[in-house]
């Protein structure tokens, strides 16, 4: 297992290398000179232009760039921002709320998501099964910011149901409705797959062997046929727990929920590149580590999987 483990590391290197350069290029790369659109129509003095650059490393060829912010990166520093507040504490001040806001949608995923699909699953042909195959298409094929314009138009402010902006209202009143909003493309995709997944395995031999032995519907359902038919569920909810949280951006700045992807969402308007590049990294690494944890969890739960 150690050695499972170890490989799983080692594969997690190259693709955090790689996203990180690729974040990294994309921001800096960026035409004109970041640190005089900070300052808008005001002049900067020469002087303190090119001590701000020299501070950022703005003059160095992108490799260079690079290498140190990797450098810092190592030693736990996500860099500065332009202002001089480190992005380790911007990250810590607005992490708890994309963390409640990821939880959120993740729970309605799990709970809402497998529902629909059992509901589907076992009535599949039937009306229960091509509604919830038709609303899920279309969940899936319209983007997430129209659906969380309309869903804050008419469950918030026509019907009232939900408050429409802010985080004043705490957890979990403030974070119901933007959380159905993360969670529908996700919640789409798990109702899909459970229902594919138990619909398949209704029409098993073992389910077949267990209705000949005379056990009831309900049982030969829930105790042995949802079991197995959940195991790609579970595994999708693993790695969708981590990209939910970096997947928030969007409907932060919707809800003006004030998260790590409201912030993001800010800096790249105000081209603060430091700050864009230290907080996607924390959201690769958290896509990366839920990634690996479900890689692992496989290995223990199915021995194979290890000598693959």
Known sequence: MGRFI???????????????????????VLPGDPIQGLAGDRPVPPAVLAELRDRYHLDDPLLVQYGKYLAGLL????GTTFSGQPVADVLAQRWPVTVKLALTAWFFETVLGIALGVWAGLNKGRWADKLVLAGT????????YIVGYLAQLFLGVRL?????????????????????VLASFGLAYVARLTRSSLAENLRADYVR??????????RVVIKHTLRNSLIPVVTFL?????????GAIVTEYIFNLPGVGQQVFQSIQLREGPTVVGITT????????????VDILYGLLDPRIRHA
């Open 6 to 28: 170890a490989r799983r590391l080692l594969h997690a290197i190259p693709v955090l290398l790689a996203t990180t350069f690729l974040i990294h290029t994309l921001v800096f």
């Open 75 to 78: 030693s736990g520093d996500f």
């Open 137 to 144: 298409t279309v969940v899936i094929a319209v983007p997430v």
């Open 160 to 180: 009232g149901w939900f408050p429409v902006s802010g985080g004043e209202d705490g957890w979990p009143t403030a974070y119901l409705l933007p959380g159905l």
């Open 209 to 218: 062997t267990a209705d000949a032995k005379g056990l009831s519907r309900r």
């Open 238 to 246: 693993g790695v969708e727990l981590g990209s939910l949280m970096a």
């Open 282 to 293: 924390a959201l690769v690494l958290v896509f990366v580590l839920a990634n690996l944890l």
